[in-house]
């Protein structure tokens, strides 16, 4: 499993140089350690900085050691080392780094006599003693791990002594220190010490210096205070959610399963389980995990010729990964721009609709405004210029009609036509009758109108109200006759008038236009004809079902 990230830390002096490619791997490494590893790669293999290319090396190694992969970070840190010259003043930075590395990986292989010597060349090339302590904390844990505790509380003190106190780096030394000398003498009372150290991690928001304070508290109280140790293993457990690291809630699951109630512990070993197989297959994926144990023995046998062929292999391998990591990008990219030609057709088109809706609605509104503004005035100043003698009531009541017939323009629901419906339609007829015009109606009864729906009352309406506003207009026409016959299932309407007729240059306004369309929607047909002495014929045929 992978050692607690509090209990050491990896940060080392390297100076880190500033190239457009090094700057944006270094940046996608706490984010995205996929695409930072992609970036790290592309300086490994295309820098011409031998520095620069090690540096890489090292960050690659330490993205898929965080992934569980110690062997092949073993096997990058070693490439790294090859491009670094130990004479070479500049290069001592990474090397302390490599060999820091190093131990670390080999430790959590559990190969704590091997890994002690790395901290030893590390430390050889290290002249920043920040870093310094770092690498001897880490010795330290190693120490501890393989069970010398004298050693590694002779390490700790040191550092302890050295460390700023109240900071992360002292917390963490003292929280390892007390843990080191109860493993020591389980008699000693550490909890002092682990409870200073959480209290500074707490307060400087150290979530993985606390995740580590609650792992050491729960392993204390294990033994004497199984209900502190439960509280304890709560917090480290919940600490590892926010982190988001499985790798941690693993342990704190296990001291949950045992300090646990039956019930409790039965749901964490369900998670537990499931937690376990998903660790299990993404260390599965890992990649090169052959490394050391296979590089060192190739190494010892291989001259110079033998070690250049295994460079090329590797480079080999590497234009591989590269050609496969292009190609996905290509496709995805592929994909970006179909994606974004999709969506923008797609807007056009939505757009293109949203107008014609809205161009659709002002049609209809604009009809409606002609229908029944436009042609019903006309229609009240046709009576008031030609009756001699006017109900004023009944005029002011189709006035009043209009107005409420205007304020309710945008509806859509036509009105009830259908009581004494061939009266209102004599009435229409006749209000355009002057002095010195005729209006005469044939065939307009009851039985006609009878089963023809509300809908088409209404248009009809309006249509015949169209043709007896165009004809008072333009015709000039002394007789005017409209007849209405029942052939079936249809309304036959036919007009003729003795006036000027169609010109032949005629262009339809919006009426004639609006009456088309209205005699479409119902499914009838319209046509425009001379009468046979002179004038204007029109045949409107309508179904009513």
């Excluded at 480290?236 to 300090?259: F, T």
Aim: positive net charge; glycine residues 4%.
């Amino acid at each position: 499993m992978l050692i607690i990230a509090a209990c050491r830390k990896r940060t080392s002096e390297v100076k880190i140089i500033k190239t457009d490619d090094y700057n944006k791997a270094d940046s996608l490494l706490s984010l995205q350690k996929d695409s930072a590893f992609y970036y790290f790669n592309k300086i490994a293999t295309t820098s011409q900085d031998s520095f620069e290319r090690a540096l890489a090396y090292n960050n690659m190694a330490t993205i898929i050691a965080d992934a569980g992969d110690f062997f092949g970070s073993q096997e990058i840190l070693l490439t790294s080392l090859q491009y670094l010259d130990e004479k070479n003043p500049k290069h001592w930075s990474c090397l302390a780094s490599n060999y820091n590395e190093l131990g670390l990986a080999t430790m959590n292989l559990k190969e704590y006599k091997a890994a002690l010597p790395y901290y030893d060349r590390a430390l050889k090339f290290s002249d920043y003693r920040a870093f310094q302590l770092v690498i001897l904390n880490n010795k330290a844990l190693t120490y501890q791990r393989s069970g010398n505790y004298l050693e590694a509380l002779k390490i700790y003190k040191e550092v302890l002594a050295e460390s700023k106190k109240g900071g992360k780096e002292y917390a963490r030394t003292l929280s390892n220190k007390a843990r080191t000398q109860w493993l020591l003498q389980p008699d000693y009372n550490a909890a002092p010490e682990l409870l200073t150290a959480l209290r500074i991690r707490i307060e400087s928001n150290d979530l993985w210096g606390q995740n580590a304070s609650y792992s050491h508290l729960t392993d204390f109280y294990s033994a004497n205070k199984p209900d502190s140790a439960l509280f304890y293993a709560r917090k480290r457990y919940s600490v590892a959610q926010e982190l988001n690291s499985p790798v941690d809630r693993i342990p704190a699951l296990r001291e949950l399963i045992k300090q646990s109630t039956p019930h409790a512990a039965q749901q964490y070993f369900a998670e537990y389980q499931r937690l376990s197989d998903s660790i299990q297959i993404a260390r599965s994926v890992a990649k090169n995990q052959f490394a050391l144990i296979r590089y060192e023995a190739e190494k010892a046998k291989a001259d110079n010729l033998e070690l250049q062929k295994d460079v090329t292999e590797k480079k080999y391998r590497i234009i591989r990964q590269n050609i496969v990591l292009y190609t996905i990008l290509v496709l995805f990219c592929f994909t970006i721009v179909f994606a974004i030609l999709w969506y923008r057709k797609r807007r056009q088109r939505l757009q293109m609709e949203a107008e014609n809706r809205v161009r659709k609605m002002q049609l209809q509104t604009s009809k409606k405004v002609h229908d029944v503004v436009a042609n019903g005035l006309y229609r009240i100043m046709t009576e008031i210029e030609h009756r001699d003698h006017l109900d004023r009531e009944q005029l002011l009541d189709k006035i009043e009609m209009l107005y409420e017939q205007s304020r309710d323009i945008s509806y859509e629901k036509p009105e009830d036509t259908q009581d004494d419906y061939q009266e209102k339609i004599a009435d229409l007829l006749r209000s355009f009758a002057a002095q010195d015009t005729r209006v005469l109606v044939a065939g307009n009864s009851e039985q006609l109108w009878k089963g023809a729906g509300i809908r088409i009352l209404y248009e009809l309406e309006h249509i015949l109200q169209e043709l007896m506003v165009n004809m008072t207009k333009h015709s000039h026409a002394r007789t005017v006759v409209v007849r209405f016959e029942r052939k079936k299932q249809h309304i036959v309407i036919i007009y003729t008038d003795d006036g000027k007729g169609l010109p032949s240059d005629l262009k339809y306004g919006n009426g004639l236009v609006n009456t088309e369309n209205r005699i479409k929607d119902l499914n009838g047909s319209i046509s425009f004809g001379a009468n046979k002495e002179r004038g204007l014929k029109v045949r409107i045929l309508v179904p009513i079902q």
